[in-house]
């Protein structure tokens, strides 16, 4: 892809960061010590590869009992879109609050080799003021959790979370501090339909409704039954989680929310810049069952559920986050548009951008001589994506079936979404919507420059800019500085987050209770102190260790 003068002086013009910025400060975001009276828990469950196909969302394919519950306990929103169709960059988004192809997260994925392309794995190292906001949620006062997956196109800080492995649960919590707990399910992954396609299945693929880009065939018809066999399962793992709060006694006084990472997992799902890669479910329940039953149809983006969160649970939310709250006490204003963006995929490159105002979606394809479907290997494992190509090489599939596998892209498409929900007539060249064409194409050239988008600059040379060298920066150890028993602490890396932990001299570390620095740590005589700084895209520094009888060393100052 070749880039032309005008698009380098846009990259540089707009530079790397956005017009207002503020430097992290955990007193000013977390304004100190919080109440924890009556804050409510958080259970977030995140399951992977799903658009709307359950009965709340007129979908009765698969028997989704406990998401039903859900809806009827809760509100149903549906107007929500992540923002690049596939997992990693999305969930870079669900973490930070921050566009992908502002922070350099928009490539799926960072943290593979793919030595076919020249592109080796790496983290993103994010500008010093971004955090995770699970690391806000700590420093405002929450028992932070993840069991299960992260996937952020960067290594997961220590500070982000409590507790972070398969085990991490929200009953180690101390008591009296509200948990913010996230789940992950695997069952409903793309990977599954081929993993378990000797499953029984739970749905009758001859009552499986096809959509109309995909033909009549018995393999397509027990690919798609598998998908939803497998919401039907996952259906069942919300209830144990659902059942197991109850048990806990913490129903009523936690918000859970349930939504999917991305949209469905087959074959002109994920990955696209449709709705069907891009549109989700998401059920909130709130304590109590506020708002039972209703539906919310406000547009909602994945950068909106960082700030969200940290609305929920009454935190400040950092200017620098680019999404806005969609509820709790600093709901914002409800956005216009939604937008996305798909750059390479596995070891495919293809720069095609979107905006939707939810019902007309624009899509600007930067490489229209390249064909819609991308040769993603990791999908030839599934017998429908097989199926659909050997039908496409016999001529056996029809005018609107052939769409996919265009051999070139027009430079702009415009759909009706809500007459046209497959996005399969393209109304960019007729008159009639040439205003609609006009004003979303402006609205997505505003948002590219606003947020510096990355997807401009060769992946390599972005790689070089963050890492001299093609070689991982190293976060700076910690500068401990010990007066009478008392600690302080620093790190000269921007940005850097600390984390420390206490343990009887000669004991050994536990990784739970590792805890972020905020103020000065006293020191015991029969105590010792580790710490460690580490930043988003760096390697952590080192553990250093200090106590009364090991007197300080490397890094570590007196006063």
Avoid at 64 to 74: F, H, K, Q, S, V
Avoid at 79 to 91: I, K, L, N, Q, T
Avoid at 453 to 469: C, T, V, Y
Wanted: overall charge positive.
């Amino acid at each position: 892809m070749k880039y032309g003068p005008a698009v380098f002086a846009l990259i540089l013009l707009t530079g790397y960061a956005p017009a207002k910025m503020e430097a992290y400060s955990p007193t000013r975001y977390a304004d100190g010590p919080l109440k924890i009276e009556g804050r409510p828990n958080i259970l977030w469950l995140v399951t992977e590869d799903i658009s709307p196909y359950l009965a709340c969302y007129g979908d009765s394919t698969a028997y989704t009992p406990n998401l039903d519950r859900l809806a009827i306990e809760g509100i149903r929103y549906t107007g929500v879109y992540d923002v690049s169709g596939v997992c990693a960059p999305s969930r870079s988004a669900l973490i930070s609050g921050m566009y992908p192809t502002y922070m350099g997260t928009n490539n799926m994925r960072t943290q593979m080799n793919f030595p076919s392309i020249n592109i080796p794995a790496y983290s993103v190292v994010l500008p010093p003021e971004v955090k995770m906001f699970s690391e806000l949620m700590r420093r405002g006062g929450y028992y932070c959790t993840n069991n299960g997956k992260e996937d952020y196109q960067f290594e997961g800080l220590q500070a982000g979370w409590d507790e972070n492995s398969k085990t991490a649960h929200y009953k180690n919590a101390p008591a009296g501090k509200p948990f913010f707990a996230m789940f992950n399910f695997n069952t409903t992954h793309e990977s599954q339909i081929w993993l378990k396609k000797d499953d029984p299945l739970l749905v009758d693929p001859k009552k499986i409704t096809l959509p109309p880009y995909y033909p009549e065939s018995s393999v397509i018809r027990r690919d798609v039954a598998r998908m939803y066999s497998n919401i039907a399962e996952m259906d069942k793992q919300v209830g144990e989680m659902l059942k197991e709060l109850e048990q806990h006694g913490a129903l009523e006084n936690t918000i859970i929310i349930w939504q999917s990472d991305n949209g469905g997992p087959l074959p002109r799902g994920k990955r696209e810049l449709y709705n069907t890669g891009l549109r989700v479910p998401l059920l909130i329940r709130f304590p109590h069952k506020k708002s039972a039953g209703s539906v919310d149809n406000q547009l909602i983006s994945f950068v909106d559920f960082a700030p969200t969160m940290l609305s929920l649970a009454g935190i400040k939310i950092p200017s620098y986050m680019q999404g806005r709250a969609f509820a709790g006490g600093q709901k914002g204003k409800p956005r216009k548009y939604i937008y996305a963006a798909r750059d390479r995929m596995d070891a495919n490159y293809d720069m095609v951008r979107a905006v939707g105002d939810g019902r007309y979606k624009y899509f600007k394809n930067f490489q229209p001589e390249k064909p819609y479907i991308q040769n993603v290997t990791f999908r030839l494992q599934m017998d429908l994506m097989k199926e659909l190509v050997l039908l496409n090489e016999k001529g056996a599939l029809n005018e609107v079936q052939r769409l996919w596998f265009r051999q070139s892209k027009p430079v702009e498409e415009l759909y009706d979404t809500h007459s046209d929900p497959f996005e399969l007539h393209n109304l960019a060249a007729e008159p009639r919507y040439a205003a609609t064409v006009k004003q979303l194409r402006t609205e997505l050239s505003r948002w590219m420059t606003l947020t510096a988008d990355k997807g401009f600059i060769p992946e390599r040379q972005f790689i070089a800019s963050m890492w001299p060298n093609m070689v991982q920066p190293q976060t700076a150890s910690p500068l401990l500085a010990l007066k009478g028993n008392s600690v302080t602490m620093a790190s000269v890396t921007p940005g850097a987050s600390l984390s420390w932990q206490l343990v009887k001299e000669g004991a050994s570390l536990n990784p739970k209770n590792w805890q972020l620095y905020s103020q000065p740590v006293v020191v015991l005589p029969n105590q010792a102190l580790f710490a460690f700084a580490e930043r988003i895209g760096y390697r952590k520094s080192e553990v250093k260790e200090l106590s009364q009888n090991k007197k300080l060393s490397n890094n570590q100052v007196v006063q």
